[in-house]
């Protein structure tokens, strides 16, 4: 099985290399599944009804979220679907899930959306979520995907060796840089720190490059505006052995609009 993990998509411009883009790999790579962090897929921060409807129709099979999943209040008409998750270390009782199972080619797949907590808001600890979420989604699947969304590289690493062999990949979000250590860890897990971003290459982390230095040079409080040149979509397609859940590969990606 191959699956397209995506990094954070960034605005309209990163919803139109989802659109364009998602179908040309799908039928160049043979893909499977294609999951996506969208959590700033609506105007550069938070996701809306709207737009997680246009991304499943541009080929998403799964979203996944972050510590923006509550910048928009519409989100919560869609918190509850099936394949659109929030991270599963937030505070018990809150809306929505941070893990799912879905069927692809009638094979099982399950998805957990994890959050760190280093340099980012206090919740509950994602090891732990990690380690009783796994055991209970290996009773319908062997392949599980993580979203590891975090700041720290130290923190997602970690992660990747704390669930080597008991998932089929742990991918990194978040910064929307995307990193160059992909690769297979010792007992099966394909890993990478993080996959980077669907949007404007030419900005800071997808937000116009100006808004962002008069921040750092002033320190005052500026409106971001969603850049627009150089779209690319980031991301890695890791390939999976069905029968055992272990990966076989991981390839970055990085394709131009």
Known sequence: MKILFIGDIVGSPGREAVRVIVPKLREREAIDLVIANAENA?????????????LFDSGCDCLTTGDHIWKRQDVLKII??????RPANLAPGI?????????????????????????????????????????????????????????ATSEKVAMGYFLDGKVSAVAGTHTHIQTADEKILPQGTAYITDLGMAGPYDSVIGQEKSRII????????????????????????????????????????????
């Open 42 to 54: 609506s105007g550069g921060s938070g996701l809306t009804p709207k737009v997680a409807e246009d």
């Open 80 to 85: 509850d679907h099936p394949y659109i998750l």
């Open 95 to 151: 809306p929505g899930k941070g893990y799912c199972v879905l069927t692809k080619n009638n094979l099982n797949v399950g998805v957990i959306n994890l959050q760190g907590r280093v340099f980012m808001q206090a919740i509950d600890c994602p090891f732990r979520a990690a380690r009783e979420i796994a055991p209970f989604l290996k009773k319908e699947t062997n392949i599980i995907l993580v979203d590891m969304h975090a700041e």
């Open 214 to 257: 008069e921040r750092f040079l002033t320190g005052m409080p500026v409106r971001f505006e969603v850049a627009s040149e150089n779209i690319q979509l980031h991301g890695a397609i890791i390939e999976i052995d069905t029968a055992t859940g272990k990966a076989v590969s991981i390839k970055r990606i990085q394709e131009k609009l």
